[in-house]
């Protein structure tokens, strides 16, 4: 299990490449999340960061079948179109590493202590948590997953 | 008693401040407490630890809900709604 908070890029086949060596991988699914087209500030808490990102690491391994995975997430500046955040999980089967990866990520959308800081062109501002974003991690606590509303 | 307290993202801007070690009055033992103690500083504190504002808070780096306790010598950290990934 990797966890890396970074300021530098990462590459995403590299990541998958270094998950997928157990004989038993039959499936890696990933997501990256990317800057749209507003340049940002990302700031994050050094040390919970990576325990908070370990927490959700190890709630997504015991709910499903995860034989690795990889969890990168930059900090500092960051200009549209740059990589922002990878999560990568691999098992046996698709069932289990599409669901550990999009569990990973909603709650480190809601869990992980990072904020963004847009650079508009009338001033700085700072992003404001989304209602969506809080819903989408709280889908997963009745044990059955609902659809995304 | 004395605890290490940090402000994060806005909060810190608003504060003018990272965080300070304080030394707290008895019965500061929980979260609540503290925001209020934070509260009664009046200025730029009184709105940002008002009942309305959103203000998370970790202690020693996990997060926690306002009744939780406080002891000396904890990193109690405050900052704004989580907006990563």
Not at chain 2, 52 to 61: D, I, S, W, Y
Request: charged share 25%; aromatic share 8%.
């Amino acid at each position: 299990m990797k966890i890396s908070v970074q300021a530098e890029d990462f590459d995403l086949g590299a990541e998958v490449r270094k998950i997928s060596g157990e004989k038993t991988v039959g499936a890696v699914a990933s997501f990256v999340g990317v800057v749209r087209e507003v340049p940002m500030t990302l700031e994050h808490y050094p040390g919970m960061t990576e325990a908070a990102i370990r927490k959700i690491v190890d709630e997504a391994a015991a709910r499903w079948k995860v034989t690795d995975c990889s969890v990168i997430h930059r900090y500092g500046a960051l200009q549209p179109g740059d990589q922002i955040v990878l999560v990568a999980v691999a098992s046996a089967h698709r069932g289990d590493a599409f669901a550990a990866c999009e569990f990973v990520m909603d709650y480190l959308k809601t869990q992980a202590p990072f904020w963004k800081k847009e650079h508009r062109a009338e001033g700085a501002q700072w992003v404001e948590a989304r209602a969506a974003d809080d819903q989408a991690a709280e889908r997963w606590q009745d044990g059955s997953r609902k659809k995304a509303g | 008693m004395k605890v290490k307290v940090l402000f994060f993202a806005g909060l810190r801007e608003q504060l003018g401040t990272p965080g300070e070690e304080i030394e707290l009055p008895g019965g500061v033992t929980t979260v609540a407490a503290l925001r209020s103690h934070l509260r009664g500083r009046g200025g730029p504190y009184e709105k940002a630890f008002s009942d309305k504002a959103l203000v998370r808070t970790a202690v020693n780096q996990d997060m926690v809900q306002p009744a939780a306790r406080i002891k000396a010598g904890d990193e109690v950290a405050f900052f704004p709604p989580v907006t990563g990934g």
